[in-house]
C-alpha cells in the first residue's frame, strides 16, 4: 500500500509542477508538459515493479504510436478557446482526438501496426 501512495504522490507532484510552472510562463510550461515526464515515470514504475522488458519497451512503442493522433488537439484548443469556452473547447478537443486517432489507427493497420 506505502508504493502505490508513493507513486500517487510522485505522480500528482510532476503534475502541479508542470501546472505551476506554467502560471509563470507559458512557454516553459508547454515545454515542461511536452516532455514524456509521465511516460518515463510510467517506465520507471514498470521497471521497478520487475515487468517484463518486452511489456515495458512495448509501453514505449504504443506511446510513440498513441501520441502522433493527438498532436491536433494542441492546434484546435488554442483555436476553439476564444470561441467556445473552456468546457466545450475541451469536450471538442476530446471528440477531435477520438475521431484522430481511429483515422490513424485505420491508416497504420495498411502498414501492418494494430493500435486497436
Known amino acids: ?14 503534475i502541479v509542477f508542470i501546472s505551476e510552472a506554467a502560471k509563470r510562463s507559458d512557454r516553459l510550461g508547454g515545454f515542461i508538459a511536452a516532455l514524456p515526464l509521465m511516460t ?11 515487468q517484463p522488458e518486452e511489456k515495458i519497451a512495448n509501453h514505449a512503442y504504443y506511446t510513440f504510436w498513441y501520441v ?7 492546434l484546435l484548443f488554442p483555436y476553439l478557446l ?3 469556452g473552456f ?26 501496426i494494430n493500435l486497436l
Do not use: Q, R
Open 82 to 84: 476564444p470561441k467556445l
Open 40 to 50: 518515463l515515470l510510467t517506465l520507471v514504475w514498470l521497471y521497478v515493479e520487475n
Open 87 to 112: 468546457w466545450l473547447t475541451m469536450g471538442a478537443c476530446v471528440v477531435a482526438t477520438v475521431i484522430c486517432f481511429g483515422l490513424f489507427a485505420l491508416a497504420m493497420k495498411s502498414f501492418g
Open 68 to 74: 502522433i493522433p493527438t498532436l491536433p488537439m494542441f
Open 1 to 14: 500500500m506505502n508504493w502505490i501512495i508513493t507513486k500517487y504522490l510522485l505522480t500528482a507532484g510532476m
